[in-house]
C-alpha cells in the first residue's frame, strides 16, 4: 500500500524567508500524481501545486515550488518569500492509478508552518 | 459558483444518536468524497462514490453509511454514533481521473 511521509510536525519561517516542506513517499507505481495542499485556521483545504510524475520539470505557483526527486521518492515544497498568510497547516498527499476507477487521495500527517514577523 | 458546499458546520451528538452529513457540489463533477480529520492522522477516506450511482469503501468505513443521491449530491450517515467519530469531516469532489479535488469547508462533529 502507498504511504505518505512528512517528517516535520512543525516548522517555522521569518517573514520574507524561504522555507522547504519535506514529504517522502512509498508506492509501487510508475504512474501518479502528487499534490501539496494548504490548511489555514478556517480549516478550508487549498490546493498549493500539483506534480506529475512523468513530468521531470519541476512544478511552480508563483512563490511556490516543489523538488519532485522520483527516484528518492521525495516530494519536497519550497515557499520563497514567507508571508504571514502562509502560516498554516501543509499536507502532502498522492494518488496512484488505482485501476482507472478513483481519485483516492493518501494524505501525509501535516506540517504546521508558523511564519514570524 | 459555490464549488463544494457542506453541511451542517458544527454539529454535537450523543452517543448512539443518528445524523447526516451533507454534501453538494456545483461543478458537474463525477466523483465525490468523504475524508475525515484526526490530530496527527491527516485525512484518512471514509467512503467514495466514482460515479452517480456507485459507491465504495474507504479505508475507515466502519461506523458510516454512505448515499449518491444524484450527481450533485453525496452524504455521509452515522447510526449510531460513537466518541471515536469526533472529526472533521471533509467532502472532496473531482471531475475526471486525473484531475484535481476540491474540498467543502469541513463539519466538525463532537459526540459525546
Known amino acids: 500500500a502507498q504511504t505518505v511521509t512528512q517528517s516535520q510536525p512543525e516548522m517555522s519561517v521569518q517573514e520574507a524567508e524561504t522555507v522547504t516542506l519535506s514529504c517522502t513517499y512509498d508506492?509501487?507505481?510508475?504512474?501518479?500524481?502528487l499534490f501539496w495542499y494548504k490548511q489555514p485556521p478556517s480549516r478550508q483545504m487549498i490546493l498549493v501545486i500539483r506534480?506529475?510524475?512523468?513530468?521531470?520539470q519541476n512544478a511552480t505557483e508563483n512563490r511556490f515550488s516543489v523538488n519532485f526527486q522520483k527516484a528518492a521518492k521525495s516530494f519536497s515544497l519550497k515557499i520563497s518569500d514567507s508571508q504571514l498568510g502562509d502560516a498554516a497547516m501543509y499536507f502532502c498527499?498522492?494518488?496512484?492509478?488505482?485501476?482507472?476507477?478513483?481519485?483516492?487521495?493518501?494524505f501525509g500527517t501535516g506540517t504546521l508552518l508558523a511564519v514570524q514577523p | 459558483n459555490a464549488g463544494v458546499t457542506q453541511t451542517p458546520k458544527f454539529q454535537v451528538l450523543k452517543t448512539g444518536q443518528s445524523m447526516t452529513l451533507q454534501c453538494a457540489q456545483d461543478?458537474?463533477?463525477?466523483?465525490m468524497y468523504w475524508y475525515r480529520q484526526d490530530p496527527g492522522m491527516g485525512l484518512r477516506l471514509i467512503y467514495y462514490?466514482?460515479?452517480?450511482?456507485?459507491?465504495d469503501k474507504g479505508e475507515v468505513p466502519n461506523g458510516y453509511n454512505v448515499s449518491r443521491l444524484n450527481k450533485r449530491e453525496f452524504s455521509l450517515r452515522l447510526e449510531s454514533a460513537a466518541p471515536s467519530q469526533t472529526s472533521v469531516y471533509f467532502c472532496?469532489?473531482?471531475?475526471?481521473?486525473?484531475?484535481?479535488?476540491?474540498f467543502g469547508p469541513g463539519t466538525r462533529l463532537l459526540v459525546l
Open positions: 498527499a498522492y494518488r496512484g492509478n488505482y485501476g482507472g476507477a478513483t481519485n483516492k487521495l493518501i
Open positions: 508506492t509501487s507505481e510508475s504512474d501518479y500524481y
Open positions: 506534480q506529475e510524475a512523468y513530468k521531470q
Open positions: 461543478m458537474n463533477h463525477n466523483s
Open positions: 462514490s466514482a460515479s452517480e450511482g456507485t459507491t
Open positions: 472532496a469532489s473531482v471531475r475526471g481521473l486525473w484531475e484535481t479535488q476540491y
